[in-house]
């Protein structure tokens, strides 16, 4: 159960896209579709920004979108705007009953 | 609309004991998984628990693997979490999260409760 690897920062300019990658094993990113996205602002509860790797839930702008190859996942933000400032962190099923988050990246809007 | 909250937070002496309660609203309790997330303020997330619709299937974090036991109550819409033997590194905010799979746990955590403040200190 070690945590997913994500850059510890990343960063654009309004309207600039940023990408996130989220790099696992074959026990867990590798292993299953259940790879999802969740954006954290300070002080909140994070919020579902994209589910088995590439689906959006309902009212999650389509700026956010996902993707999935091999051992890696990845989160792009297109259309950076300011309101995207915020941390975000992967997250996978693990097998044997088990969950594992990513070590989770800043996004900053310069 | 769904609603998560959690109680039963509190300071408490490292080796003590302490049971964390979710109370969900604003949908079938019954025919979903439910986790407990952690946050120690400042880091990062971790998964810390799993449990099926039913309780068939259970899991733990190896960081808290026979310490803590996850139990729910479909009656009463509650989700628990029986931690033990406490230590420092237990602190942070715990989150009760919904999964978004319809029966199936497909550990993706569509709604969180605003989280409980745990602090394990003597």
């Known amino acids: 159960q070690s945590a997913l690897t994500q850059p510890p920062s990343a960063s654009g300019s309004p309207g600039q896209s940023v990408t996130i990658s989220c790099t696992g094993t074959s026990s867990d990113i590798g292993g299953y579709n259940y790879v999802s996205w969740y954006q954290q602002h300070p002080g909140k509860a994070p919020k579902l920004i994209i589910y088995?790797?590439?689906k959006r839930p309902s009212g999650v702008p389509d700026r956010f979108s996902g993707a999935k190859s091999g051992n890696t996942a990845s989160l792009t933000v297109s259309g950076l705007q300011a309101e995207d400032e915020a941390d975000y962190y992967c997250?996978?099923?693990?097998?044997?009953?088990?969950?594992?988050f990513g070590t989770g990246t800043k996004v900053t809007v310069l | 609309e769904v609603q998560l909250v959690e109680s039963g937070g509190g300071l408490v002496q490292p080796g003590r004991s302490l049971r964390l309660s979710c109370v969900a609203s604003?949908?079938?309790?019954?025919?979903?998984?439910m986790h407990w997330v952690r946050q120690v303020p400042g880091k990062g997330l971790e998964w810390v628990s799993g449990?099926?619709?039913?309780?068939?299937?259970?899991g733990y974090a190896d960081s808290v693997k026979g310490r803590f036991t996850i139990s729910r109550d479909n009656a009463k819409n509650s989700l628990h979490l029986q931690m033990n033997s406490l230590r420092a590194e237990d602190t942070a905010l715990y989150y009760c999260a919904k999964d978004g799979g319809f029966v199936t746990a497909e550990y993706y955590f569509d709604y969180w409760g605003p989280g409980i403040l745990v602090i394990v200190s003597s």
């Open positions: 088995e790797a590439s």
């Open positions: 449990i099926t619709w039913n309780s068939g299937n259970i």
């Open positions: 604003g949908f079938t309790f019954d025919d979903y998984a």
């Open positions: 997250s996978s099923y693990a097998g044997s009953d088990s969950g594992v």
